[in-house]
């Protein structure tokens, strides 16, 4: 069985999320991955309100990512104000069900919002709490150009994300796909994958500042809403 996240509130949403993943995980199908109360974006899986001294807001699903999810994906995004900046840092959960197609890579994403990739790197991101652990991510320093009342100004920022299901994390698209398919081939088991990311936008040369603000905000928010690696085994969404 999956086990993913913790749930973030009281409520009845993270129970049944977690009543449709053991329901899929149970069948043993890997074209099973949902029920009857599995059928709705957004409000399924949640991001922590409160984390150190940020602000937040929930951030209502954007038409265009409703047209292309499957619609048994879940989705959730929220906008992070630090205390010291101006800039937000945006966080967003996609969740899979039965259709892979939920965790599409990064490239496809970034380049249609009109930002390319110039730098990439893989960063270890220390979080505690009981079981602390090592969190491994992508980095990805990101610039474009745009237009604005006539002038073309550039644009860059700084975008994080990795990859987690079931005993596993990773911060490589590729790699996540071949445990997918693997598993699938050995257990004819689905695995419910998800696609942790975190952005934001800076000027040009404030990368590595930029960084270690979402850096701060990460290790923090982590542990409210995705299990440590040893604990991971009971379903895709732990409740609270």
């Known amino acids: 069985m999956d086990s993913i996240f913790r749930g973030a509130g009281t409520d009845c949403r993270s129970r049944r999320v977690a009543r449709a993943a053991q329901s899929a995980s149970a069948s043993g199908k890997s074209g099973n991955c949902c029920d009857a109360d599995f059928r709705q974006y957004g409000n399924e899986i949640e991001l922590p309100e409160h984390v150190l001294d940020f602000t937040s807001t929930n951030v209502p699903e954007p038409e265009v990512v409703l047209s292309y999810l499957p619609k048994d994906s879940s989705y959730v995004e929220r906008r992070y104000q630090p205390a010291d900046s101006e800039i937000p840092i945006e966080g967003t959960i996609v969740l899979m069900g039965a259709d892979r197609t939920s965790i599409h890579n990064a490239d496809y994403c970034l380049r249609g919002q009109g930002l390319n990739p110039d730098a990439k790197s893989v960063v270890n991101i220390p979080i505690a709490g009981a079981s602390p652990y090592s969190l491994p991510v992508s980095r990805w320093d990101v610039s474009g150009e745009f237009q604005n009342n006539g002038q073309k100004i550039k644009v860059s920022g700084v975008y994080v994300f990795w990859f987690v299901a ?28 998800a696609y942790v990311s975190y952005f934001a936008p800076c000027e040009p040369g404030q ?17 409210e809403f995705q299990l440590p690696p ?10 609270h």
């Open 166 to 193: 079931d005993g596993y994390q990773t911060p490589d698209h590729l790699e996540m796909m071949w445990r997918l398919a693997t598993h699938v081939a050995a257990t004819g088991e689905l695995k419910r994958w």
């Open 207 to 223: 990368e590595d500042a930029t960084f270690e603000r979402m850096k701060k905000l990460i290790a923090a928010s982590v542990p």
């Open 230 to 239: 040893e604990t991971r085994g009971a379903m895709a969404i732990a409740p």
